[in-house]
């Protein structure tokens, strides 16, 4: 039996994030500072050992969930369960042999992950058991990781470090995400075949990629990590789960069909002599966007590949819209004028002003006209064309009698 199936999948995942975030895996804000003068070891009592499993339970690797030994209730003797314990936090500390012997090897360990400061027990929320449990755990684990991601004092890791821990993170990515999609499924009376042993799968290649790391053995790293990931998302897939690779490639399939029947569009709009100017600019940019997103997919970076695959698809619907829409472009272009008259005469108003000369009915106009623009304005975004170029006639008119004023 593996070490991995001994350990609860929290516990997995409080060494995977540790780690991932460079963090000590003591030195969490739960985990005391403790003054060891003795070695321990099993039936031995003191306030040491006390302070030993606060240490534990405060750093993830957890006495008991309930009763005597549990956060809260941890107690002066060195029994079994504390054995089991120390050995946990002695394999993820990458101490061998793993024994459960509180020695000079582990107290060393202990100093050097506490980096000799000391630091003030943090309340542990009540343990529970089942799903619930672990989801509470998670929840702390995770605040408290996110609490300490900005206190990080270690030098920056190497290219290879950062890719290991890429890899971890992706892998236990996964693990939840098929977690979730499993829960899902049961809840739903769905049968999930295979599913759950494919996570206990991805469980073990997690927690020895993780060992790999501690090793630095990143070639192990990249072979568990992946192994664990496969596991994880074939998981996935058997609970009925859509990957972000089948979902990005679907919508990309959708995109370049709808685009093409968007050309086909514009084409009957040519022959009915309508105006596809705008139309085809804009489906050129869809097209564009399509390039970029098929290019991201080819990447790996299906996330983006969608959101990309996304914008291109409100680009082909703007297209559409656009066709004949000569009405539109007749009251932009009235729009622009009006703007441009009322800037002018705003210049004129300000030129003649420093001459010293009478403003105030040229003052007037143009502000009439700015109302008049905006109401113009107003009507272009309703897609009430014709009102909107009348307005901006109107307002192009009043910016002209101003200047007519002065």
């Known amino acids: 039996m593996t070490i991995s199936r001994i350990l609860p ?16 895996m003591a030195a969490t804000a739960a985990a005391p500072a403790c003054t060891f003068t003795r ?26 969930t309930e009763g005597v030994g549990s956060p809260g209730k941890e107690t002066t003797q060195f029994r079994d369960k504390t054995k089991l314990a120390l050995i946990k936090w002695q394999t993820a500390s990458g101490l061998s042999p793993a024994t459960g012997y509180f020695g000079p090897l582990s107290r060393q360990k202990y100093t050097a992950l506490m980096g000799g400061g000391t630091t003030t027990p943090a309340a542990t929320p009540p343990a529970t058991t ?18 300490l991601k900005g206190a990080q004092t270690s030098a920056p890791a190497s290219a290879s470090d950062k890719d290991a821990r890429a890899l971890i993170e992706d892998a236990l990515e996964a693990i939840e995400e098929a977690e979730e999609e499993v829960e899902d499924a049961i809840d739903d009376g769905k049968t999930v ?19 790999a790391y501690f090793k ?25 789960g859509v990957s972000s690779e089948d979902e990005a490639e679907d919508f990309l399939d959708d995109l370049e069909e709808r685009i093409e029947q968007a050309w086909e569009t514009l084409d009957e709009a040519k022959d009915d002599d309508k105006e596809t100017d705008e139309a085809e600019d804009i489906l ?26 996304e914008e291109a698809d409100d680009l082909v619907d703007d297209a559409i819209d656009a066709i004949g829409s000569s009405e539109k472009q007749s009251a932009k272009k009235e729009l622009d004028k009006a703007e441009d008259a009322i800037e002018e005469a705003n210049e004129a108003i300000q030129e003649a002003e420093d001459d010293g000369d009478d403003v105030d009915d040229a003052q007037e106009l143009v502000e009439e006209a700015e109302d008049t623009f905006e109401e113009a304005e107003e009507a ?21 009698d101003a200047v007519d004023e002065l």
């Open 193 to 211: 075949g295979t599913a759950e042993a494919q996570i206990d799968d991805a469980r073990d290649d997690l927690f020895d990629a993780v060992v």
């Open 284 to 309: 050129k940019e869809a097209e564009d966007v399509l390039e970029q997103a098929q290019q991201a997919f080819d990447d790996d970076e299906f996330e983006e590949a969608k959101d990309l695959a």
């Open 216 to 240: 630095k053995d990143y070639a192990k790293v990249l072979e568990h990590a992946d192994d664990a990931k496969d596991n994880a998302e074939d998981a996935f897939e058997e609970a009925g």
């Open 130 to 147: 089942g799903d619930a449990a672990l989801q509470a755990q998670l929840a702390t684990l995770l605040a408290q990781v996110e609490s």
């Open 380 to 400: 272009y975004d309703d897609e009430d064309y014709d009102e909107a170029a009348d307005l901006a006639k109107d307002a192009r008119e009043l910016a002209d």
């Open 39 to 64: 070695d321990l070891e099993l039936g031995m009592d003191g306030e040491d050992i006390r302070c030993l499993q606060k240490y534990l339970n405060g750093a993830g690797f957890v006495i008991s």
């Open 9 to 24: 999948i929290s516990s997995l995942l409080v060494i995977a994030l540790a780690f991932l975030f460079s963090l000590p």
